[in-house]
């Protein structure tokens, strides 16, 4: 008989609460879910009170995110699986450290998968260590670029930039929740300046985000489908490294 898993749910999104406590009826017997929870605050008042064995944890939410209440919580006598909308830094982090997440809407093989992974490390006693996370985490939030604008400098962290475009002597730098900015800047600068971060060229015109990519094809020419939709094309030069750096990362079609 399988082990029953006491699960709580902490999500801003009253709908996102309730789909995701359908699915688990329907796709996962064994989880139990004792209290759900909308916000980090509430969470971690939930989570004290009831003590589960399992934490379905929204990444982002108001005020304060899903890590923020991880690491208020000192004593984590549970396993987490991370929920979110966004394909952004914080599941890059997760992926290095192995860490399981869904991406909404929930898939129910992944979250049949995730729940059994858990389940496993629950019945082996084996608590996740979250700390090698929280320096991943902190390590990607604190890449940051300066451009110059016309009344001074804009600071922006590397995680709010889907890619950037070359334009003659300026670059077109497009961002995740803002207008593109056109600065007087060349991509070569950039490429000189952003060595050893997750911001690689992958043609003569475009750099992008390795953390924003959503697809690889080598169909019609090789090119990247980035989170926003927007396609860019692989040169031939950069195609072995291009696959090198993006694999085990996203899917290859």
């Known amino acids: 008989m399988k082990q029953q898993l006491r699960a709580?749910?902490?999500d801003d999104e009253l709908e996102a609460q309730k789909g995701l406590r359908s699915i688990l009826g329907i796709f996962c017997s064994t989880v139990e879910v004792v209290g759900t929870a909308e916000s980090a605050k509430?969470?971690?008042?939930?989570?004290?009170?009831?003590?589960?064995?399992?934490v379905f944890l929204d990444i982002e939410m108001p005020h304060s995110?899903?890590?923020d209440l991880l690491e208020t919580i000192g004593d984590r006598a549970f396993e987490t699986i991370f929920v979110t909308a966004y394909s952004q830094y914080a599941i890059e982090a997760i992926r290095v450290n192995a860490m399981d997440y869904l991406l909404k809407p929930i898939d129910p093989d992944d979250l049949i998968r995730a729940v059994e992974n858990a389940g496993k490390r629950i019945a082996e006693k084996k608590n996740t260590d979250y700390s090698a996370l929280f320096e991943t985490l902190k390590k990607s939030q604190n890449e940051r670029i300066s451009i110059p604008t016309k009344t001074g400098?804009?600071?922006l962290d590397l995680a709010e930039i889907v890619r950037i475009e070359s334009s003659n002597?300026?670059?077109?730098?497009?961002?995740t929740e803002e207008k593109p900015m056109l600065v007087s800047r060349?991509?070569?600068?950039?490429e000189t300046t952003l060595t050893e971060t997750d911001m690689v060229r992958v043609h003569q015109r475009h750099m992008i985000n390795l953390n924003r990519v959503k697809e690889y094809s080598k169909a019609d020419g090789s090119h990247?489908?980035?989170?926003?939709g927007d396609r860019v094309p692989v040169s031939r030069a950069n195609r072995k490294?291009?696959?090198?750096?993006?694999?085990?990362?996203?899917?290859t079609v």
């Open 169 to 175: 002597n300026y670059s077109n730098i497009i961002l």
């Open 224 to 228: 990247l489908i980035m989170d926003n």
């Open 241 to 251: 490294s291009t696959e090198e750096l993006l694999k085990g990362r996203i899917r």
């Open 8 to 10: 709580v749910i902490v």
């Open 65 to 67: 995110n899903g890590f």
């Open 153 to 155: 400098t804009r600071y």
């Open 42 to 54: 509430g969470g971690v008042e939930l989570i004290l009170q009831t003590k589960p064995d399992l």
């Open 186 to 190: 060349t991509l070569k600068s950039f």
